[in-house]
């Protein structure tokens, strides 16, 4: 079975992919935890740096994304661009602001006071749609991503170019 990814404004088809058997989908799921693991122990300002490397990606690649998204699912160019360089500011947000976020606290409770800590959980699986394609993605995957996690993205099937 394929994925067909059909252009809506000229319904000529754009492309197909192939449906993703479930042994690769496991071996995928081995590989993002086994990278979990090594992940977790990877410092802020690492994970700092390289999600801002992201966003500058994000940026220089925002034509042709733009491009994609627009020819893919019929998204207005501007607005496709316009997300796009939301999704390097969400990248350059995490960056600078997760490890401050993510830092151990303790906060006032009924009982008193309670100690609060926040470690990475693992693999996450995000199942996104289709109407905001590469922010949906972005706004989980920075944030679970700088906390130390991994991400498996289950895009919605009419924007497979995107998820791509």
């Not at 999600?51 to 998204?69: G, K, N």
């Not at 693999?123 to 922010?135: C, H, R």
């Amino acid at each position: 079975m394929t994925i067909q990814s059909v252009n809506p404004a000229t319904e000529q088809l754009i492309e197909e992919y192939p449906e993703t058997p479930p042994e690769t989908v496991n071996l995928r799921l081995q590989m993002a935890h086994e990278a979990q693991l090594i992940w977790r122990d990877v410092s802020f300002e690492e994970r700092a740096k390289r999600m801002r490397s992201l966003a500058q990606i994000l940026r220089d690649e925002t034509e042709s994304l733009a491009r994609l998204s627009t020819t893919e699912m019929g998204k207005p160019i501007t607005q496709a661009r316009s997300e796009i360089e939301k999704c390097a500011w969400v990248c350059d947000y995490y960056a600078e602001h997760a490890e401050e976020f993510l830092r151990p606290r303790t906060e006032r409770t009924k009982g008193g006071r309670s100690y609060v800590r926040s470690d990475p959980l693992g693999v996450v699986l995000a199942i996104m749609p289709w109407n905001f394609p590469y922010w949906q993605a972005f706004r989980a995957a920075a944030p679970a991503v700088m906390a130390g996690n991994v991400v498996v993205l289950k895009h919605a099937s009419n924007v497979s170019g995107v998820s791509q």
